[in-house]
């Protein structure tokens, strides 16, 4: 079997951890796999070059940024391979350039347009273990990029996907994907297997096990991903295309997200054109909406719109939406930041009822308010005050039998 | 002009320092000059990537110790580039890639083998600011290499010479090239100018100004260089070739090594073939000898032959002589390592008589005794007991007039 195995940087912090996961690696080609190693910069060290560039400068250059975060990176790799030849295997190190990851010149997030990887193919078929370094890749014109945060994981799902690899191993510092988190839920399952949908819906409310562009990778190109720790043998949580016996679990997680705030814009005048106007303005700054609900206000003539941000981008989008507010005659703009969203998410909604209902029911059992409903096929959320988080995704988890 | 200017490990040490180096840089710049610069890693950046790789494996490839080290370099290169064009320029960083520096395969210690720079030329004449990592290159198969302990001056001597810059500034933590060690002799001058052939003695005898093949570079391919302080704006040492003027000093500088081992083999029958088999012993373990002298031996049918080698390797290297010497049938080996070698540097040697003499008349006034003597065109070379070391150097200043 061709077996990919991405390493978080956890898992690579120091020179014990690289040893260990040397150990695996070992183990796992000395059991006649061919093994390609993709490893994340020691934990720490991207937020110090970072660090770094921001206090040389405010702004500093996105082609110099890719240049000083790849670096990172390629430290572990060049350890990495140093750690397994050094328990007696043939080991080279690949830079996102030798493994021929090219992308477009997007810098800080650049996407993946091909993995030629014939060098590695070769050295593979001559019996190396090949350690890449991730979250980088190469543009035509010779430039370095990175992929953006979390972006070893899908350098991990693509090389996977390049080479035909029958398996592509998520190595993290926690277990698998759990039906919640359990630091709130102690009795919280972790799950043998989940669809690549579910993932994708957890993966972007908080639950960070993988990248989200990663999911979507491994499900448009059907790669077989298993998320598992580093720290022990416990097989993990397998991503999969959705099957049979998926559908017959109606909710399989609950998620929430505490870094989401609140705006919304009163009394906007019901015209054509409005919300168009309003969310340009806020997608031109780079700002990243979430949830966007509207409704018609009390006198019938006006609508209320109200969407969720990143709590970091909270203040520049309320100052931003308070300028196109004042240009669409709307009465009033008001932010709040003590909210969270929770959500149930699971394929089995597809083709059950009544999971919305029992969410809200339960909500309103405990006295939790909902601000803002969203929903989608298998999934759907609520807005909710964020003191009441903990005590939504504990009862929520009972009610949707997760706990038993 | 195109100006070529590298910043050692001390200049770039540090967020304050390599904003220090972008003024330097930008008022090169808005002088009308074309700039490249050339980084070292932070001090104390490429002991710490060594260290972490010898934790790892007491014996760690070296196409990845060079993948793993090239990382400092890149780092200030990127973080250069932001801090020059925070202040208005344009600049871009590259690595020894997108220089095109290309190397031979000797991991470690790489030789240049030529350097294609279209893209610096090109961005140069666009008005980039150019900022290379230096010590590092690449071979024609695509693998990272690095340039050996100092690589970075070479990187930037043989940029100099690709571009046909006017001059090469090797911009470090000292003002200059000195007639010997101020921190011995406080009366020590600054040189204005020297020749390569004095600095390259100088730089092989321990004098830490220079990387040794730098300067055969710059020599070979005639590239004025100058050396000074990124602390100060002292107009340095200019390094360039040899002129009617500094024939007439006859030493320019006295030079110290306390990192030599002296190691005699005693009683070696006096037979052709002998040094050659001893010599090939140590070279084949990549040991550098550095002065060899052979004496007949007072029986008239054998011989003693002595040599100095860095202290480092002075055990490893007994151990070696040791048993070539027992082949040899001599009658047995001497390790001293309370050795230093001092000398005397210039090129006026070339037209004036008497002084090796000179230099053994003022040791023995003051009681220190010679153990091994070695010459060449430019350079009168003693091992003396360690102890006298600044003794020695003082006197011999004084003696050559250089303290006047």
Partial sequence: MVIVQKY???????VERIRAVAERVSKTAKQGNKVVVVVSAMSGETDKLIGLANQISPNPGEREMDLLLSSGERVTSALTAMAVESLGHKALAFTGRQMGIITDAVHTKARIEKITGERARKALDEGYVIVVA?????TEKDDVTTLGRGGSDLSAVAIASALDADLCEIYTDVDGVYTT?????????KLEKISYEEMLELASLGAKVLQT????????YNVPVVVRSSFNDNPGTLVTKEDKEMEKVVVSGVAYDKNQAKITVMGVPDTPGIA?????GIADSSIIVDMIVQNISSDGNATDISFTVPKTDSKKT?????GIAGELKAKGVNLREDTAKISVVGV???THSGVASQMFDTLAKHGINIMMISTSEIKVSCVIESKYTELAVRVLHEAFGLSS
């Fill in 276 to 280: 168009a106007r309003l969310f340009r």
């Fill in 8 to 14: 978080g940087g956890t898992s690579v912090a120091n």
């Fill in 134 to 138: 991730g979250f980088q890749g190469i």
């Fill in 318 to 322: 309320l100052k931003l939406t308070e």
């Fill in 181 to 189: 988190d359990p630091n709130i839920v102690p009795e919280a399952k």
């Fill in 213 to 220: 562009r990663s999911v979507e990778f491994a499900m448009k």
């Fill in 348 to 350: 089995g909604m597809r």
